[in-house]
């Protein structure tokens, strides 16, 4: 009788070669768990049906579950309930183009504790092929720390650490998606921008934390008077603005003098003295035309500028034309300002004859401003407004009380006004 040779896989050989294979596999899943087990990250394993295989000590420290409580249990425990839809797409998608090769998932995920409160996780996942089968593995961290450091970071960017308004960033952020919104869907709005009037000399006068207080209390009666909807910024000094979305110009006419009466309901005590304050507004609309948020702060400022200069504490509309003043205005300033740094003014000293005497008794200093070929430039009235509104300058005539008209000291002290 003859004898059949061993099939190739019934052969001592081969039986050897799987033998092998197989500790080899139970050794590498050994050294991979021992891995697992010493990762200071939580590391959690899945099947492609959201059975837990696999989880690590540190699970506990992050989730409030022993490893042994989660192993069978499906996935969605660790999903808040709010977000398990949406996970299940996530999650979906994933089984249906699983990667062979880098992670299958990267991103930060909002998970839940076994006592149900949410923590923001950031979430690195990838296939691993086991002798039972594929499975998930996901690296899990709480960023929560990270996540509210950054909260709190944008936050301080975004409003006015002294009066909790929104800073002048985050306003034109609203400013340009309100416009967007009023361009898409044709409604109208409107833009106020409003200056404290006699703000320095407030500051200067009673100290810049009466100044700092008189910010805060004005801050406080605008918010009272705006509505939810409606947004109000500080956008640097004593400079307010605040947006309306879906207001016609009627009704910011009558927001801006709403403004102006809550300024006035009651005095403002600062340094332990009661003051009136006012301010001066200026109003634009848009929603018929197309203009961009800084154009549109320009035209609010214009129209400011025009309640200030027809006797403050009223409001003003943007009737267009005016941008060529400012632009003369804000040259001058300019001017002004690179004269005191160049020393470009000189101080001339005018007699003025005392009739009854005979005899001049006294002297007007004034300060003019020479131009690049050292002529006087312009007329002195053409900068005062500038130099006023702007801070650069004010005006001192005669003489100091108690002093000679034409000693330096007068002088000095004529010339130093303007700094």
Request: hydrophobic share 40%; charged share 30%; aromatic share 6%.
């Amino acid at each position: 009788m003859s004898s059949q040779p061993p099939r190739p896989s019934e052969t001592p050989g081969a039986h050897g070669e799987e033998r092998r294979a197989r500790e080899a596999l139970i050794r590498a899943e050994a050294r991979f768990r021992g891995l697992v087990e010493l990762s200071p990250d939580v590391l959690v394993g899945g099947t492609p049906s959201g059975r837990i295989t696999l989880a690590n000590a540190a699970v506990h420290e992050l989730f409030g579950y022993r490893a042994d409580e989660l192993i069978g249990r499906h996935v969605e425990l660790l999903w808040p309930e709010r977000l398990q839809a949406r996970y299940r797409e996530i999650l979906g998608g994933i089984l249906h183009d699983r990667p062979t090769e880098g992670p299958s998932l990267r991103g930060e995920y909002v998970l839940r504790r076994r006592d149900g409160s949410e923590f923001l996780a950031q979430v690195s996942s990838r296939w691993v092929d086991t002798e039972e089968g594929p499975i998930s593995i996901s690296a899990l961290r709480d960023v929560s720390d990270r996540d509210r450091l950054e909260k709190l970071l944008r936050s301080h960017a975004d409003r006015d650490s002294l009066t909790g308004l929104l800073g002048r960033r985050r306003f034109e952020e609203e400013l340009t998606a309100e416009l967007a919104r009023a361009e898409r869907y044709g409604h109208s709005g409107a833009l106020l921008a409003m200056d404290v009037d006699q703000f320095k000399s407030i500051n200067d006068s009673l100290g810049h934390r009466a100044g700092d207080d008189l910010l805060r209390a004005v801050a406080d009666r605008l918010r009272g008077r705006l509505r939810e909807s409606d947004v109000l910024g500080r956008l640097g000094g004593d400079e307010f603005s605040a947006l309306l979305p879906e207001a016609s110009l009627p009704e910011a006419r009558a927001v801006a003098e709403g403004l102006l009466r809550a300024l006035h309901a009651e005095h403002f005590t600062l340094a332990g003295q009661s003051l009136p304050v006012t301010a001066s507004i200026g109003i634009t609309a848009f929603g018929q035309r197309n203009v961009s948020a800084e154009a549109l702060l320009m035209e609010a400022d214009m129209a400011m500028y025009e309640a200030k200069e027809t006797g403050r504490d009223r409001s003003a509309l943007y009737a267009g034309g005016g941008r060529a003043r400012m632009e003369v205005r804000l040259g001058w300033a300019e001017r002004i300002r690179r004269a005191l740094d160049e020393d470009g003014f000189t101080v001339h000293a005018q007699p003025i004859l005392d009739l009854s005497a005979g005899a001049v008794t006294r002297y007007e200093l004034l300060l003019r401003l020479a131009d690049a070929t050292g002529a006087l430039a312009g007329r002195p009235s053409s900068c005062l407004s500038p130099s006023a509104s702007t801070s650069c300058a004010r005006s001192t005539y005669g003489s100091p009380a108690g002093r000679s008209p034409s000693s330096p000291v007068a002088a000095r002290e004529a010339r130093s006004s303007f700094r």
